[in-house]
């Protein structure tokens, strides 16, 4: 089958919607199938040797692309429409509403939209989506309704798809994925932890990701401050950009030596090659292996990969009931899922796995079994297989 895809992002942002549109391309190249990404010109002109070395292939959209998609949309439209015909591709995976499916509106083939969150989620609260700006609301409406499936990655997308005017029929339901065999190799627990400065004995919380007002990050010195005070000794780390922006709080409450926010770790300032999309970069994936339980307070999320790769590394999950958080594990199995910004709650959610080692033992066990209906091949195939229905080719 002929695929095309189409992302308005470099691949190198590594982002959630940069990685798994390589992931999804670089599965559905694996599968068979003769795969194409369109990119903005002047990104793969940038970064062309780099693009030349992935697993699919590359194509440029019209030249200058965010000017045409500012002051000429329309030839934008056609310029796609004309890849079409000049290809012949069976189907357009789109990714995202704006700007990659109103510039797709004119392809005369089908086109599966998937929405990563932001391009669809709304709240003016935390200041998230570009729906704030009732022009690209219009047009993401549009655009929904034009698809001839949609993707969700959860219940709570669905019903916001429903919402905007996406007929239920039209509307595929696929999580995200992650690269499981990466997860599958051992970690030496005692170096990597002595690597950390951490004892062998420290029971160690992990939270992962960037600290935006959605993440829920800003509650984490109280969490922690709840949990101290409960008894409990621990370490917690909190990886990403800008958790340094907790150190006052944390020094306030005299947790610094409990809590380690730190810069995102691994990758490369001038990567040579398709190495580093592979993520978790290794670090992390020893990080992941030398911890015991994962938390993760957020408020609002598309679909949080980070909470199923703690899983595949075995590590329990502590969460929120926010969209993209508790419904993506099984509260009671994997861990457990809190209402949103209840400290009280998350504190002993916590504190009950920290104080029962055979409880923890056992969501753990079940966490690596969970874990594995989201391998990349299985995403994959579930997208193979709404390409074919779409189709009637194989």
């Given at each position: 089958?002929?695929?095309?895809?189409?992302?308005?992002?470099?691949?190198?942002?590594?982002?959630?919607?940069?990685?798994?549109?390589?992931?999804?391309?670089?599965?559905?190249?694996?599968?068979?199938?003769?795969?194409?990404?369109?990119?903005?010109?002047?990104?793969?002109?940038?970064?062309?040797?780099?693009?030349?070395?992935?697993?699919?292939?590359?194509?440029?959209?019209?030249?200058?692309?965010?000017?045409?998609?500012?002051?000429?949309?329309?030839?934008?439209?056609?310029?796609?429409?004309?890849?079409?015909?000049?290809?012949?591709?069976?189907?357009?995976?789109?990714?995202?509403?704006?700007?990659?499916?109103?510039?797709?509106?004119?392809?005369?083939?089908?086109?599966?939209?998937?929405?990563?969150?932001?391009?669809?989620?709304?709240?003016?609260?935390?200041?998230?989506?570009?729906?704030?700006?009732?022009?690209?609301?219009?047009?993401?409406?549009?655009?929904?309704?034009?698809?001839?499936?949609?993707?969700?990655?959860?219940?709570?997308?669905?019903?916001?798809?429903?919402?905007?005017?996406?007929?239920?029929?039209?509307?595929?339901?696929?999580?995200?994925?992650?690269?499981?065999?990466?997860?599958?190799?051992?970690?030496d627990r005692a170096k990597v932890r002595a690597r950390w400065h951490v004892g062998p004995?420290?029971?160690?919380?992990?939270?992962?990701?960037?600290?935006?007002?959605?993440?829920?990050?800003?509650?984490?010195?109280?969490?922690?401050?709840?949990?101290?005070?409960?008894?409990?000794?621990?370490?917690?780390?909190?990886?990403?950009?800008?958790?340094?922006?907790?150190?006052?709080?944390?020094?306030?409450?005299?947790?610094?030596?409990?809590?380690?926010?730190?810069?995102?770790?691994?990758?490369?300032?001038?990567?040579?090659?398709?190495?580093?999309?592979?993520?978790?970069?290794?670090?992390?994936?020893?990080?992941?292996?030398?911890?015991?339980?994962?938390?993760?307070?957020?408020?609002?999320?598309?679909?949080?990969?980070?909470?199923?790769?703690?899983?595949?590394?075995?590590?329990?999950?502590?969460?929120?009931?926010?969209?993209?958080?508790?419904?993506?594990?099984?509260?009671?199995?994997?861990?457990?899922?809190?209402?949103?910004?209840?400290?009280?709650?998350?504190?002993?959610?916590?504190?009950?796995?920290?104080?029962?080692?055979?409880?923890?033992?056992?969501?753990?066990?079940?966490?690596?079994?969970?874990?594995?209906?989201?391998?990349?091949?299985?995403?994959?195939?579930?997208?193979?297989?709404?390409?074919?229905k779409l189709t009637g080719k194989k």
């Open positions: 089958m002929k695929i095309a895809g189409i992302i308005f992002e470099s691949l190198l942002k590594t982002g959630g919607y940069e990685i798994f549109t390589y992931n999804l391309h670089k599965a559905l190249a694996r599968r068979g199938h003769d795969v194409t990404l369109y990119l903005p010109a002047r990104e793969v002109r940038k970064r062309r040797a780099f693009y030349s070395g992935l697993p699919f292939a590359v194509r440029p959209l019209i030249p200058q692309t965010s000017f045409f998609l500012r002051n000429a949309p329309g030839l934008l439209q056609r310029h796609l429409a004309w890849q079409q015909i000049r290809h012949g591709y069976d189907v357009w995976q789109v990714m995202g509403t704006w700007p990659e499916g109103f510039a797709a509106l004119r392809v005369n083939a089908p086109k599966v939209l998937r929405n990563y969150g932001e391009d669809i989620q709304l709240s003016h609260e935390l200041n998230y989506g570009i729906r704030r700006d009732p022009a690209l609301d219009h047009a993401v409406r549009s655009v929904l309704k034009s698809m001839n499936k949609v993707v969700a990655m959860t219940d709570s997308l669905a019903a916001l798809q429903r919402e905007l005017g996406v007929p239920e029929a039209n509307i595929a339901r696929i999580p995200n994925g992650i690269s499981l065999e990466r997860f599958r190799k051992p970690v004995e420290d029971f160690v919380l992990l939270t992962v990701g960037r600290n935006h007002p959605k993440k829920g990050f800003d509650l984490i010195p109280k969490l922690a401050h709840r949990i101290r005070d409960a008894g409990a000794k621990f370490v917690w780390l909190v990886l990403g950009g800008e958790t340094d922006n907790l150190l006052p709080e944390l020094r306030r409450l005299n947790l610094e030596n409990m809590v380690r926010p730190m810069h995102a770790i691994g990758g490369s300032a001038c990567p040579s090659g398709a190495a580093h999309l592979e993520l978790p970069v290794d670090e992390l994936l020893d990080i992941y292996g030398m911890c015991d339980l994962f938390v993760f307070p957020s408020r609002l999320e598309g679909f949080s990969r980070v909470i199923i790769e703690a899983l595949a590394a075995g590590l329990p999950v502590v969460t929120t009931n926010a969209p993209g958080c508790g419904e993506v594990l099984r509260h009671g199995r994997h861990g457990f899922v809190s209402p949103v910004e209840d400290i009280d709650d998350m504190a002993d959610n916590v504190l009950r796995l920290i104080e029962d080692p055979g409880l923890l033992a056992r969501f753990s066990s079940e966490a690596r079994i969970y874990a594995e209906d989201f391998d990349w091949d299985r995403i994959a195939a579930a997208y193979e297989n709404q390409y074919r």
